[in-house]
């Protein structure tokens, strides 16, 4: 079988790949496939239909992962139920979970995606741009203004964990002895959850366990501030 070469970016290095010449093509299909993806994405008309919505792929680079049909559903309704008929609502980093809020004929409620994926901006004006790397350039209109938060930090690390944390510090609402008001649904790594209970007092583990649609290597566990009967 032939072969072909690919050096690896370091023109000191005498080491060389050698990938053979089915492996290659499988390798540029992938990537072609990917890049007609990406541009049929980005020429999504501003308002979508529900078929439309579901062509979003998960986007490792910016590490999503969607949850399955089952846990992001169980989500939404107790958000809803948890936040009142006027409570605001706020997905940080949880597209499907915002997703199923939407599907539940929820679009006339206050809730919003906190997102950096700028592919859904086709929601309007409850996309609201999000790096957790700037999360103090927080629009105003929207600071300790959330009855109910669901956060999924896009990375297990203390860095990105501690930055998300202090949006939640912006996000919520606190009362006049300085105790957050508002209702948290934490989701993340298990091996997040010990450095999270440390720095967050008020957060207990909870037994439920996020699944998504995709397996993936890592336990997801799920912490909240207050007692559910859905999610305990």
């Known amino acids: ?41 980005q020429n999504l008309p501003q308002v ?3 078929h439309q919505q579901e062509q979003f792929e998960e986007d490792w680079q ?3 992962f969607w949850y399955n049909n089952e846990t992001a559903n169980l989500i939404a309704e107790e958000a809803i139920e948890q936040s009142g008929l006027n409570g605001r609502i706020g997905c940080i980093s949880t597209p499907s979970a915002f997703r199923a809020l939407w599907k539940l004929g929820a679009e006339n409620r ?26 103090d350039k ?7 203004n959330f009855d109910f938060l669901i ?6 690390s203390e860095e990105c964990q501690t930055k998300v944390l202090k949006t939640i510090e912006l996000l919520s609402k606190f009362n006049s002895d300085n ?3 508002t209702k948290i649904l934490f989701l993340t790594g298990i091996v997040m959850s010990e450095f999270l209970v440390q720095n967050q007092k008020q957060f207990k583990l909870t037994t439920f366990k996020p699944q998504h649609a995709r397996a993936l290597s890592n336990e997801f566990c799920c912490l909240s501030n207050y007692q559910s009967q859905k999610i305990r």
């Open 62 to 64: 910016l590490s999503q």
């Open 151 to 156: 956060i999924d930090p896009p990375f297990l």
């Open 1 to 41: 079988m032939s072969k072909e070469s690919i050096n690896l970016n370091n023109s000191d290095s005498d080491d060389e790949i050698c990938l053979s010449t089915h492996t290659l093509q499988a390798l540029k299909d992938f990537y072609d496939d990917l890049n007609k993806r990406q541009q049929e994405e």
């Open 138 to 144: 927080i629009d105003k209109q929207f600071l300790n």
């Open 179 to 181: 105790l957050n008001q």
């Open 110 to 135: 206050n809730y919003y995606l906190f997102e950096y994926d700028n592919r859904f901006q086709c929601y309007g004006d409850k996309f609201v741009k999000y790096d957790y790397n700037q999360f």
């Open 48 to 50: 979508l239909n529900q």
